[in-house]
């Protein structure tokens, strides 16, 4: 059984770019959940998808999208990049929508530069 | 007030001795408490989760949850300097269905 990867390892972008994060759920899971990790703070909430639909948002800008695939995987989608976007991604699959909280284990991480 | 909000470190303890890190949330009607772990320039990793009210224990580490004083706490007994690593506190459900809100996290250090 293969645990969330993540792609890719390492990202730098301009600002005013776009860009595009991959995640692949673990097997059997149907939700993804997305996170931004600033330095030195927890992760943040972006949204999560369940069955191919958003299933929740966080305190973030329209220019944060997603999607899910029909297998699961899912995609974090971000419009004009701006020097604070800098951090780690991570994206994190479950069972079902998890309700009040089944664990999350998070991939490794995308970490994305905007210079 | 945050939402989830931990001890303020950095902490350093001995090698063998009994960290204490604890963290306090503000949604009283929160159902689910995870601690992570995290190496520097790692992702987080979860170490134990923890539902009811009381004490949870896996080995050297003991989760306690008091929903009455919306605190929970994790022990981590005969500390070794591979422990030091960002403690996460994270919490979910009541109103955050379906998300986990982490405090800012606390950094440990065991030295030998």
């Known amino acids: 059984e293969t645990g969330v990867t993540q792609s890719p390892t390492h990202l730098i972008k301009t600002r005013g770019q776009q860009v595009t994060l991959r995640c692949s759920s673990q097997s059997g899971h149907n939700t993804v959940s997305w996170y931004q990790q600033a330095l030195g703070q927890g992760p943040q909430f972006i949204f999560q998808?369940?069955?191919?639909?958003?299933?929740g948002r966080g305190n973030f800008p329209p220019r944060f999208s997603g999607l899910q695939f029909p297998n699961y995987s899912s995609e974090l989608n971000v419009n004009a990049l701006e020097l604070d976007d800098s951090a780690l991604y991570l994206c994190?699959?479950?069972?079902?929508?998890?309700?009040?909280?089944?664990?999350?284990?998070f991939g490794n991480g995308t970490r994305l530069t905007v210079t | 007030q945050k939402e989830v909000e931990q001890n303020s470190g950095p902490l350093s303890v001995p090698e063998g001795a009994i960290a204490s890190l604890n963290c306090t949330y503000s949604d009283r009607g929160s159902q689910s408490f995870f601690w992570y772990r995290q190496y520097s320039g790692k992702s987080p990793e979860l170490i134990m989760f923890?539902?009811?009210?009381g004490d949870k224990e896996d080995g050297r580490f003991t989760a306690q949850l008091n929903k009455a004083s919306q605190y929970v706490s994790l022990l981590i007994r005969d500390s070794q300097p591979s422990d030091s690593a960002t403690y996460l506190c994270a919490v979910a459900g009541g109103t955050s269905y379906g998300k986990l809100t982490f405090g800012q996290g606390t950094i440990l250090t065991v030295h030998p």
């Open positions: 994190a699959s479950s069972l079902d929508s998890g309700g009040a909280g089944s664990p999350l284990h």
């Open positions: 923890i539902y009811s009210n």
């Open positions: 998808y369940y069955r191919e639909e958003e299933n």
